[in-house]
């Protein structure tokens, strides 16, 4: 345990656990204990980073955990959580939102439909942070963080903190530069002033297509692998015979292949040999290797 960390927290009134199951937090209900759990105000970020590294205490940020799978070994080092990053600051008339990254990209695009604000429709019923769908590039149904972020606000390892235009965060297929040691606080997405009606309209008739194709309410964590160049991954897995197949707790979606659902107390070794499973198939059946799409994060 570290004292420095844990009786600054104490003094500046910042949560920290110790030992935290993972598993309460991921969207896919498994992983073992994180030794640090830290909930940081966007105020005391900076030292609290400054703090960790200069102690040698590892560390990864999270926002919803929905785009992970934390193995059983759990996590060394601290987890931090931006779930006290929850704010949207600012909302322009021009289509400018200014958010913080813990905020759920729910919350912003509700905002975002009411007012009338073009460019979010075809994220919706995405269950991540603002800062995760940033860092990873989140995307669907052709519309992506990319398209619609202005700029990001990070603070690194040592404590600095740097505002980063849409070319510095390098964004590419489920993807972007921004280091694993750098937090992002708060981004300004710049949406397009539209009709109110037609917004809604497009925003309702994705999210019943997204009902329709993709297990929304089982526990999962989205993707499993990327969509390889011109094809589609969940198409892959289905066309080798992929869909409804399952180990231990873990099951291959029948209603979208590339969709892994908990749907019976699975573990992270369930998990992993599905998913070897699955990409040896595909690679038996195409030549395909499929690369996973999620972040599997635990120590070894
Ligand atoms: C039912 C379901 C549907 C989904 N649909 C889609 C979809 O259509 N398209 C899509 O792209 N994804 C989808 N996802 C995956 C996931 O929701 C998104 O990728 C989401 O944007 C991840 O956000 P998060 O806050 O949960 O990130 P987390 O899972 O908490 O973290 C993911 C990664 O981002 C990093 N990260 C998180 N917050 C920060 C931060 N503030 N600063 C720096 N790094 C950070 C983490 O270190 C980690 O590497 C879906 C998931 C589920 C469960």
Known sequence: MN????????EKNIEIRFNEMMSSHTSLKIGG????????????LPEILKILSE?????????RCT??????????GAVIFTDRLNKITNISNDGNITVQSGCSLGKVLTIAVELGFSGMEGLVGIPGSVGGALAGNAGSYGYEMAELVDSINIVSFDGTTKSLSKSDAGFRYRGSNIKPDSIITSSCLALKV?????VKKRTTEFLNEKRLKQPLNQPSAGCVFKNPPETFAGKLIEEAGCKGIRTGGIQVSNLH????????GGTSDDFLRLMDIVSSKVRECF????????KIIGRH
Not at 67 to 76: A, T
Not at 287 to 294: F, H
């Open 67 to 76: 785009n992970i799978l934390v193995l059983e070994s759990g996590i060394s």
């Open 287 to 294: 030549g395909i290797d499929l690369d996973p799409e999620i």
């Open 3 to 10: 004292n420095r960390l844990k009786e600054f927290c104490i």
């Open 33 to 44: 204990a994180a030794d640090i759990a830290i909930f940081p105000n966007e105020q005391r």
């Open 194 to 198: 539209a009709d109110t009606l037609s």
């Open 257 to 264: 292949a590339n969709y892994f659902i908990n749907n019976n």
């Open 55 to 63: 102690d040698g205490i590892p560390y990864i940020t999270f926002g």
